[in-house]
């Protein structure tokens, strides 16, 4: 198994979650969070000019079985993609095991 973890432009998570249950991806956790990268933010003038430099993105975090790791990424920059900076980043890494709390399920039954 595989956690898949990805820092999204907000207005691309419906998309990106579209696609992921079109291939029978469900589970998911969804996180509003902020941060900067190659973005770098934006400046805002109210009273005074204000640099921004934390902008808002939308963290997924999903496991799923190592068979479709990569179909599940291919498939999460097809619909994220726009060509413009700031248009996130996916980050994997193993995961040893996964029990289902209600069932008692482990591995990839449990996801």
Do not use: Y
């Not at 413009?84 to 591995?107: L, M, Q, Y």
Request: hydrophobic content about 40%; proline content about 3%.
């Amino acid at each position: 198994m595989v956690k898949i973890e990805c820092i999204l432009r907000p207005e691309k998570i419906a998309d990106v979650k579209d696609a992921l249950t079109d291939l029978g991806v469900h589970g998911m956790t969804v996180t509003e969070v902020i941060g900067c990268g190659l973005q770098k933010g934006h400046t805002e003038n109210w009273n005074t000019e204000l640099n921004i430099n934390l902008l808002p993105k939308t963290k997924v975090e999903i496991v799923v079985s190592d068979e479709i790791v990569d179909r599940v990424i291919e498939i999460i920059v097809k619909a994220a993609k726009t060509g413009e900076i700031g248009d996130g980043k996916i980050f994997t890494w193993p995961v040893s095991n996964a029990v289902r709390i209600r069932t008692g399920e482990t591995g990839d039954k449990a996801i």
